[in-house]
């Protein structure tokens, strides 16, 4: 596979390299300055919303007159692209787009940012702004131990520089697209007077965003229409990239875990141990009322088992489903009625206990450290994250990593009568968000995972068969990547 190619080069790149220090100002003090004409970036198509970094370009290139040479790629290529270029020690690209499952791997490719940072030469701290970030998207995207990169940081309330110094690790790029999970109703069925009298009827509370998974569940069953080719929402249990971000929304709504000590406390960032808990009481509870919804009430539309973001999407975007839920803005085809409202992912309160940890992943651009202009790299990352740049980028749909800009966002009538509430509920979603393991070699973790999921969806297995069998091949997985000995 393909994939194995990457990751096998992934280990490799993982394992190389010599890893610079903390960071300080002197360790800046060689770089050159000279200005160079032009400046290559690597970066995403549309998955990461690149029509905005074409729209403010321009604006990049006129003040500072350098040109930057703007390289966009599909996902796949993109990956393959990236990995290729740093296991050849390549320096054409100055500045590099990271996803977060390859960053644990590229760590220790990109150049290590806290001394530009903390040199007040090179960067302004109050117009840079770096407790302006939010800090679970901040830490979770750009914070790595460079001598481990599978350790989770100290949290933080408000970022800080030195005491991601202090605690030994550094920044290895800066985050600009920031995803999570939102979720999405169409209005026209919501806001019908005769479904929400029938509804009250039916379950006993008004037809609204539901707030629990509960809730959510009943919202599905009702609007279940298959005579008019309605039914109650997607779901993404595709044997692919998606797959292990669903079972992770749900088994966390739930208090379960991947393995033991992810997720981590919220009080703490203690590293997993990496020994596999996919059988657990809670992830019992978690799949079996996934398998309920699909198997019993048959709430999700034929064919849920191949569903992705993208065909998830289409099946909202077509009118097919109540509810939805993806890691971007949707948009209704022609024809179906009504608009679009957001809501924050379910959750559970059991014994006391909120559970809500909706799954995210920010994309980060960094500095190749095999380049020859670093200083002007940077230059261009702390332009792009800036606040005056993330907020211009909104009109472009941009996924911003300040709070400043969800301010902006909130209050702008202009971007409130094209996106609705959506940026509102971004805003608190990325706040109490949940990223991935920080492993080396993420996808071949995942994949028994996948492979579980969608066979509880599909009934292949009973929920405890398929738990046990993650747990089996999970653990050899782990041995084998050298997670588990």
Known sequence: MVRRKVYAVGTALAMAGSIAGCG???????????????INMLYANSQADSQALIAVLPQFEKKYGIKVNLTTMPYNSLEQKVFSEFAAHNSYYNVMISDTPWAPTLAKQFQPLLPYILNPKMTNPKTFDIGDFIPKVFLDTSVYNLNNPSEEPPPEKIISAQAIQKAGFNVIGLPLQANVVTYEYRTSLFDNPANQKAFYKEFGFKLQAP??????????????????????????????????ADFKNFITGWGGHLFNGFP?????????????????????????????????????????????FDTAATAFDAGLVAMSYNYANVSLDKGVPGGIKYFEQPYNVINGKKYDSPHFGTWMIGINKYSSNKYWSWKLIEWLTSKPVQI?????????????????????????????????????????????????????MANPIHVLYNNIVTGKMTVSQALRWGDTQETQVMKQLGYLH
């Open 264 to 308: 981590p406390p919220k009080e703490n960032s203690n590293s997993p141990t990496w020994k596999p808990t996919l059988y657990s009481p809670q992830n019992v509870a978690a799949m079996t009322f996934v398998s309920t919804l699909v198997n019993k009430y048959h709430a999700t539309p034929p064919g849920v088992s191949n569903m992705n």
């Open 24 to 38: 300080s100002a002197s360790q800046t003090s060689s770089i050159n300055t000279t200005k160079p004409t032009q």
């Open 211 to 244: 707030k629990t998974w509960t809730q959510w569940e009943d919202i599905a069953r009702f609007f279940t229409r298959p005579q008019s080719h309605l039914w109650g929402t997607t779901l993404m249990p595709a044997v692919q990239a998606g797959g292990l």
């Open 392 to 444: 211009e980028m909104l009109k472009e749909g941009i996924h911003p990593s300040r709070a400043s800009a969800y301010e902006a966002a909130i209050r702008s009538p202009e971007i409130t009568s094209k996106y609705g509430n959506f940026y509102n509920i971004l805003f608190k979603s990325l706040q109490i968000g949940l990223g991935r393991p920080r492993l080396v070699d993420y996808n071949e």
